[in-house]
């Protein structure tokens, strides 16, 4: 695995532009700095009120919020944001699928976009975004947990970006008064299961 160099205003991804470079509606893809953490907070609020990609009931807020970004930095795991303008329109991130050791090659990832911005590619350019660092880093598999069996725009962006479904949890949380279940994705990245990790 690399150094896990990232840090929020690193320059990893070189700044990608979707869309028109001159025209108004330029999309940037860049990493996150703590100045971005209100205008994500707001995002993922829409998500945990309004939605079910999430099974958290309460949003956090701006200060808790930052805590998070800064504890996925902290670990050298990517945080992109994607700017309208001087706008945050979206937001993507990996971090550990889980925290025990034997997993430290396998990473989670998380898309959100502002309401009024989806449909126009922009959690695609987030997601290969966010697959590109993760494979530049070393790791090996990424898996998408979907919180809803519903969430055929989810399942279908990351279909697009090369994950398969692998299973389903039916009925696995309560939330707008019905159940839940999750749907589990899963991206090989890199040299995958072909070869041992680099520390073996």
């Known amino acids: 695995m690399q150094d896990p160099g990232f840090r929020p205003g690193s320059s ?12 108004s509606g330029a999309v940037k893809i860049r990493p996150a700095t703590p100045e971005d953490a209100a205008v994500i907070a707001d995002i993922y ?3 945990v009120l309004n939605g079910a990609a999430t099974f958290e009931l309460e949003p956090p807020g701006p200060d808790e919020m930052a805590r998070r970004m800064n504890d996925v930095a902290a670990g050298g795991y990517p945080w992109l944001v994607a700017a309208s303008a001087a706008t945050v329109v ?9 925290r025990r050791p034997a997993y430290r090659w396998t990473v989670e990832d998380s898309v959100y976009i ?24 070393g790791y090996r598999q990424m898996v998408a947990v979907i919180s809803d069996d519903k969430s055929m725009a989810s399942v279908a962006l990351h279909r697009g970006c090369g994950f ?16 839940l279940a999750t749907i589990f994705m899963q991206r090989p990245l ?7 990790p680099a520390d073996v």
Do not use: N, T
């Not at 979206?90 to 889980?98: K, R």
């Not at 890199?190 to 041992?196: E, I, K, R, V």
């Open 190 to 196: 890199g040299a995958a299961d072909a070869q041992p």
């Open 114 to 137: 502002a309401p009024d911005q989806k449909g126009r590619g922009i959690g695609r350019a987030l997601l290969e975004a966010v697959i590109a660092i993760s494979q530049e880093k």
């Open 90 to 98: 979206g937001y993507a991130y990996a971090a550990p699928y889980h």
């Open 45 to 47: 609020a829409d998500a």
């Open 12 to 23: 990893l991804i070189g700044g990608k532009v979707m869309g028109p470079a001159a025209g």
């Open 164 to 179: 398969a479904e692998v299973g389903r949890l039916p009925a696995v949380g309560w939330k707008h008064g019905r159940w």
